[in-house]
């Protein structure tokens, strides 16, 4: 298994961070397999959307009406509405896994894979990549 750890800073404000392109080098020559894709933070997560024309927008935009930053939530400590960043797992989870054939990341064609981090309080993120190749045919026969 090949593995990696970037770190990304996605700034003081709710943000997509595109990782399409940095996960594409990472796998880049590796031939078949599957790239795993892990933050290891409890208030971001991992998702394959289409960015740009709008779309990071209105991803955020919807995560604002569904998980608003007010008052109702529990967990309270940091920013206000910090409680809405811990529900995220479970729209956006903490790891994806990528098909890679040839070398390349098997992604449609206006996919991307970006971190989403709607919290205010972190604004470096660690993120995991491992790759983990086909066995050889004839090693594995």
Do not use: Y
């Not at 955020?60 to 995220?88: E, F, K, N, T």
């Not at 970006?114 to 026969?141: H, I, M, Q, W, Y």
Request: with cysteine; hydrophobic share 40%; proline share 9%.
């Amino acid at each position: 298994m090949k593995t990696t750890q970037l770190t990304v800073h996605t700034g003081p404000d709710p943000s997509l961070t595109d990782l399409t392109a940095a996960c594409a080098r990472f796998v880049d020559g590796e031939g078949d397999g599957l790239l795993s894709i892990f933050v290891p933070h409890a208030t971001a997560g991992l998702v394959i959307v289409e960015l740009g024309a709008g779309s990071d927008e209105d991803l955020l935009a919807a995560l604002d009406r569904l998980l608003p930053r007010d008052d109702q939530w529990r967990h309270r400590h940091g920013s206000p509405g910090h409680g809405a960043d811990h529900v995220l797992p479970l729209l956006a989870p903490p790891a994806l896994t990528v098909p890679v054939v040839g070398g390349e990341l098997a992604l449609g064609t206006w996919q991307s894979i970006a971190l989403l981090d709607p919290n205010r309080d972190n604004p470096t993120r660690t993120v995991r990549l491992s790759f983990l190749s086909r066995p050889d045919r004839e090693k594995a026969g």
